[in-house]
């Protein structure tokens, strides 16, 4: 068992012991939330719980959480920062409160994961008048006793720290003056791992010629642990109000936690990513460790991008020029471009994909099956992109400014992602402007302008209502599938925004347009009728026989929810739904196509009704 693996089956095994529900991680792309584009954090997929609806699994509940940041790619290159990373989590929806949280915490990194105590530093919510919530005193006082219990005198300042809302406030959206109102959030208490002394770069951050501290960033410690005390809700007129349930919502990264298990302060000397920097690395003369600091940079970023995007696909990404291909397809092209800086030669994309292929067959094994498909697009993308790549270049080079229209043509013409010439460039010391590409590009799309975007405009409903709608929507249309096209037609995946539902499903060869109007109009007719739908809770079996197995069947928990549209449909779901198949209005087909061998696509607009 790889030391990773090892490490996340602990947590979970401690957590089990004591009451809590494995849960499957949820997939990178969020099933029914179109408001963000990947999932990023363990909690993500638990904010209907943490805010008072039931878990089907219990009150007590963990997991380790695929999570992909986007908004970390620029900071990927540090010895830190990676895209996609696993979270390994724990939750009380309503029921144990800090005095079980943290003596847990920490008494599973000491005495199930082995890290001296002394080598933990602690940090604590200070309080904050303004928003009327004091300092979490409690909090201090568990930790001044576990340190106590080993042998430690925990004195403020110097083992626990007491930082502000900037680092001790959690919320989806960052501290509480960016909280939309409804938000869940609250103070967090946070344990780092200390890497040793002080770090060169103290000197450099701002906080040179002050002691060194948890916060500092210096490198010298790392936040291994994060214990959210959830139990306030961010209210219209900008104060918070608590939550009919005070919740624990923990998170630390699996990563992070093996760089203090191995002692090591660069995640990519870790066992989590040395052997895929070996991989990498095969063909040429290079070593990680003897690599310059530029060499290193890109070493980094190629490993850490190739190990999200296959992550990524394994969730059913393909590269594109939208939504998370859009950053599929960066995240490539970038990794690509560096790689051929480093010339690592021809066989790395493949290679790596084998790699991870293994490294994660056990615990998500889509990596592994479809590993075949992964590396065929993987190759698929390269040959397109490297076709491009130096007629690009040569283009860029020839360039002394980079307007809007030109950083458009790289775009458009080229395949180079915005944020790639950008970056290509600086190098060169010219700057691109952001704005001027993004107005290029909406005169070309203004002239290309989607018919639904147009139907839309005069605005029935808003964005979350209407995604509801498509939700709900996705269930009668595959209902429709198994009555007139194919009987055992299963879900693959589904996507759902605000402008259409797109629905994958098994099946061999395309809808003939007779089946396609059938389809069609057996839907309309199930929302004119105006059917209700409902929900009912059942153990994974039953549910499984009630809607004749799922290719997710592994995926579930013990305890899942049925939507029920009564003579239509039946499917397991988490929700949410319209109560009455009549708000949903008309609907029709939009487009169809295949995906991969034995998958086809199907997308649903609205109609006029
Ligand atoms: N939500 C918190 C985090 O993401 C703890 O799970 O850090």
Known sequence: MTKMNELRAKFLNYYRERGHAVIPSSPLVPENDSSTLFTSSGMQPLV???????????????DSQKSFRAVDIEEVGDARHTTFFEMLGNWSLGDYFKEEQLPWIFNFLVDEVGLDPAKLYVTVFAGDEKLKIPRDDAAIAIWQKLFAERGIN?????????????????????????????????????????????LQCHEKSQWKNKQCHPNCDCGRFVEIANSVFMQYQK??????????????????????????????????????????????????????????????????????????????????????????????????????????????????LSAAADFLSQQYAEVYPQVKTQNELIKAELEKEAKKFKSTLRNGLKELNKLTEIDGQKA????????????????????RGLKVDEQAFLQAKMQHQALSKSQSEAKFKGGLADAQAITVQFHTATHLLLAALRKFVKADAYQKGSNITAERARLDFTLDAPLTSEQKQQVEDQINAWIKADLPVKKTMHNKEEALKMVGGSVFADRYPDQVSVYTIEGASQEICVGPHVEHTGEIGPVKIAKEKSVSAGVRRLYLLKAAA
Not at 178 to 189: L, T, V
Not at 409 to 419: A, N, R, T, V
Request: proline share 5%; charged share 25%; aromatic share 10%.
């Open 235 to 348: 209210q219209a007129d900008g104060s918070f109000a608590t939550l009919q349930q005070k919740n624990v919502d923990y998170g630390g990264g699996l990563e992070r936690l093996l760089m203090a298990v191995e002692n090591k302060n660069d995640v990519f000397t870790t066992s989590a990513f040395a052997p895929l920097i070996e991989i990498l690395l095969a063909e040429t003369k290079l070593s990680y460790s003897a690599a310059n600091p530029l060499e290193k940079k890109s070493i980094r970023i190629v490993a850490d991008h190739i190990r999200a995007a296959v992550m990524l696909m394994s969730d059913g990404v393909l590269p594109s020029n939208k939504e998370q291909g859009y950053i599929l397809r960066r995240l490539l092209r970038r990794a690509i471009l560096m790689a051929d800086k480093l010339q690592l030669g021809d066989a790395w």
């Open 408 to 427: 458009f043509f790289l775009y458009e013409s080229c395949g180079f992602p915005f944020e790639l010439t950008q970056e290509i460039a600086a190098q």
């Open 154 to 198: 925990a004195k403020i300042g110097e083992r626990i720290f007491l930082y502000d809302q900037k680092k001790n406030w959690w919320s989806r959206s960052g501290e509480p003056a960016q909280m939309p109102a409804g938000e869940p959030g609250g103070p967090d208490s946070e344990i780092f791992y200390d890497f040793g002394t002080q």
């Open 48 to 62: 209907p719980y943490l805010l008072g609806e039931k878990h089907p699994a219990g009150k007590r509940l963990t």
